[in-house]
């Protein structure tokens, strides 16, 4: 029996772990309209004073850090909504020595916590409702997830299967990009997310985590410092328990605490955490994003207040989206022309079916023809219409030459 409760875990750190690496693929494409990579490219050619050009640009730099809410728990309660309002944990059971994966708020008021025992969960909360996880349906709701942020990043780094860091041009609004971020994967997903906007990735991860559930929280440039100072050092990342108590010792509580060292003593006295202590509790993090998702596709959808009945009503829907498609394809650094063409339908009774020609031209033409021929499958009224495009299937290594 006692053998049984690793084997648990494990098998759960396995999946956790598999879900990471296998929705995580990514590639490092050059991209010069990153104000970042731009300013360090001028740095290397000596235009101008290095440190006085890295600061400049990290100072306008936008970073969105996105983060689901209780992903698992989200999915389940999109899956079934009776759900939403009892207490619910992903996770094995009890008997077999299980561990909670995640649960949702709910559950949450009751002290129900990640990687908790399932027995002391119930403990705490007797009628709590257990669920087994279904990765699959977790791993395809993150990849929708990520089809959505890579729409409005210049750059874009996966995390882990529920949250992704974006950078974003420094002349776009942030607020408002993650506002429509939330509102989409609320509407084409079913499940909220949160969002944090600030200079950089450290600040924008601990933004995201300031209104959750449902919430977005900005750091403009000027709060940063008053932002980090009451900050508990235990919520920056890379700071374990063990480390803590060891800050702790010292009387370090908060950034502010750490301000008071210099840092050779913080180096002399935690290492190499020391040093990142001592730019964290300054709010500062020069660490680029580094990965860059390759993306498959680049669509737009609209799903009707009211549904479309006959074909003349929704080849009318073509220019509208044809209009906010082709902004889209524009962020994305793609040509039409490379673009291979495809519509998607759903029904009134949510039955669904895409249609895509690589000899079709994307065009509003061709996307009319595709969606004639789409319609023909079925004789229902239309809920939903989207447009989009396929990316050529390319070696990530070869991504340079486009
Ligand atoms: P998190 O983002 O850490 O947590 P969460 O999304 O469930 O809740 P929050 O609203 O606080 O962000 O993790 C994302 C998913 O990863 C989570 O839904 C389940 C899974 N997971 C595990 O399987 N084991 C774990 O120990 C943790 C922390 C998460
Ligand atoms: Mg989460
Ligand atoms: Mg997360």
């Not at 959505?148 to 974003?168: G, H, K, N, P, W």
């Not at 549904?307 to 509208?320: V, Y």
Request: one cysteine or more; glycine letters at 4%; aromatic letters at 6%.
């Amino acid at each position: 029996m006692d053998r049984i409760l690793p084997c648990i875990l494990i098998l759960f750190l396995y999946e956790y772990t598999v879900l990471l690496t296998s929705t995580a693929q990514v590639i490092r494409p050059v991209n010069l309209n990153n104000p970042v990579k731009a300013s360090r490219i001028d740095n290397v050619a000596g235009d101008v004073s290095p440190s006085d050009a890295t600061l400049v640009a990290e100072q306008q730099r936008k970073v969105i850090h996105i983060d689901c809410d209780c992903f698992f728990a989200s999915v389940e309660m999109r899956e079934n909504p009776a759900l939403r309002d009892v207490p619910i944990a992903i996770g094995g059971e009890a008997d077999r020595r299980g561990v909670v994966a995640t649960c949702n708020y709910p559950a949450r008021a009751f002290g129900v916590r990640s990687a908790m025992a399932t027995a002391q969960a119930r403990k705490l909360c007797p009628h709590l409702k257990l669920l087994p996880g279904r990765m699959a349906l977790y791993r395809d709701v993150s990849a929708r997830l990520m089809d959505i942020l890579a729409d409005y990043a210049l750059q874009l780094e996966q995390v882990s299967v529920d949250e992704a860091y974006l950078e974003i041009a420094p002349q776009r609004n942030a607020t408002a990009i993650a506002e429509e971020i939330r509102q989409r994967v609320r509407e084409e997903l079913g499940i909220t997310v949160s969002a944090g906007i600030a200079p950089n990735k450290f600040l924008a991860k601990i933004a995201s985590d300031w209104n959750k559930p449902d919430g977005q929280w900005v750091v403009r440039p000027a709060q940063v410092d008053e932002f980090v100072a009451a900050l508990p050092l235990k919520k920056i990342p890379g700071i374990g328990p063990a480390m803590e108590k060891k800050l702790t010792l010292y009387k370090l509580h908060t950034c502010a605490d750490v301000r008071q060292w210099p840092l050779m003593e913080l180096v002399r006295t935690f290492g190499r955490t020391g040093a990142m202590l001592y730019e964290r509790a300054r709010g500062i993090d020069h660490r680029l994003l580094n990965n860059e998702r390759l993306r498959k596709s680049v669509s737009v959808e609209r799903t009707f207040a009211q549904d479309l009945a006959g074909e003349a009503h929704c080849l009318a829907q073509i220019p509208q989206l044809w209009e906010r498609w082709q902004e889209r394809v524009e962020r994305s650094g793609w040509r039409t022309s490379a673009l291979a063409p495809f519509v998607k339908v759903k029904f009134a009774d949510f039955t669904q079916t895409t249609l895509a020609d690589s000899h079709e031209e994307a065009t509003t033409e061709g996307f009319s023809r595709l969606l004639q021929l789409a319609l023909k499958r079925e004789n229902k009224a239309v809920r939903l219409l989207g447009i989009g495009g396929r990316l050529p299937e390319v070696d990530p290594n070869q991504l340079t030459l486009f």
